[in-house]
């Protein structure tokens, strides 16, 4: 059983910036994949950013050049670096791990970006 907690949402203006932390109970390197989904109101979760054994990092077209990932191993730490947030990036923003065939999801954080 993996455990994932997220932090570090809020309500911020359009064009700043803010950093998604995503605690998990295992070793991140273990992971087949770990990731961010967010879920806007009204639409259906989709994918932002994921980090795969196989194939590297993948980011939403709609995030490419304003969100990076990074991670800690020794903390067990991913973080979603998200800068020049725009009003569309408003939403439930959940980390998703994949594991021995499971898949394992957090409670999620809220971002909201509004002037």
């Known amino acids: 059983q993996v455990q994932l907690v997220e932090s570090g949402g809020g309500l911020v203006q359009p064009g700043e910036s803010l950093r998604l932390s995503c605690a998990a109970s295992?070793?991140?390197?273990?992971?087949?994949?770990i990731g961010w989904y967010r879920q806007a109101p009204g639409k259906q979760r989709e994918l932002v950013a994921s980090?795969?054994?196989?194939?590297?990092?993948n980011f939403a077209d709609s995030v490419k050049g304003r969100f990076t990932l990074a991670r800690d191993d020794a903390k067990n730490l991913l973080f979603l670096q998200m800068n020049n947030l725009k009003p569309e990036d408003t939403g439930v923003y959940y980390c998703?791990?994949?594991?021995?065939?499971?898949?394992?999801w957090g409670q999620g954080t809220q971002v909201t970006v509004s002037s």
């Open positions: 998703n791990a994949l594991f021995l065939g499971m898949e394992f």
């Open positions: 295992g070793s991140i390197f273990s992971f087949n994949l």
């Open positions: 980090l795969s054994r196989d194939i590297g990092t």
